[in-house]
């Protein structure tokens, strides 16, 4: 995302009681990722193929909207990075954001830290709140039992 045109960075953290191996599983498994990302939209597509390089692509048609991109880092258990294209809605695809997920381990669990970087954010949009809304989610997910717990 070098365009040169000024960025911002929206960064959002939740604690999770799991370990960095879950929440990082909890990223990177489809089947764990409809349970918390859009679970009210039942027809969302979740389509990851993590490895650098590797593309992936979330829509839901009833939705009307969806993210695509392609990994750039992948280092389980600890970060996650991957450009970011917003389908639908206000996106029309022209921009190519940078989003960065980061673990961390604290004495509650893990530390999920995103950090979604973007020529267009607008003050009091929608991209803030729609990460609130799915991190939100996050814990309540990986507190549950269908959570593989993995060293962290």
Avoid: K
């Amino acid at each position: 995302m070098n365009t040169g045109a000024p960025t911002s960075t929206i960064t959002i953290s939740r604690t999770v009681p799991a370990s960095r191996a879950a929440a990082f599983a909890a990223w990177t498994e489809p089947e764990q990722l409809a349970q918390w990302w859009w679970p009210q939209f039942a027809d969302t597509a979740y389509e990851l193929e993590v490895r650098v390089g590797g593309r992936f692509h979330i829509h839901s048609a009833q939705l009307g909207q969806g993210a695509r991109g392609e990994f750039t880092a992948v280092e389980p258990g600890r970060r996650l990075a991957m450009t970011w294209i917003w389908e639908g809605g206000s996106g029309d695809g022209s921009v190519i954001d940078e989003v960065v997920v980061t673990f961390t381990p604290v004495a509650e669990g893990t530390e999920v830290t995103v950090r979604h970087t973007s020529t267009e954010h607008v003050e009091g949009g929608g991209a803030e709140q729609g990460w609130i809304d799915c991190l939100d989610r996050l814990p309540g997910h990986l507190a549950g039992s269908h959570a593989p717990q993995g060293a962290g």
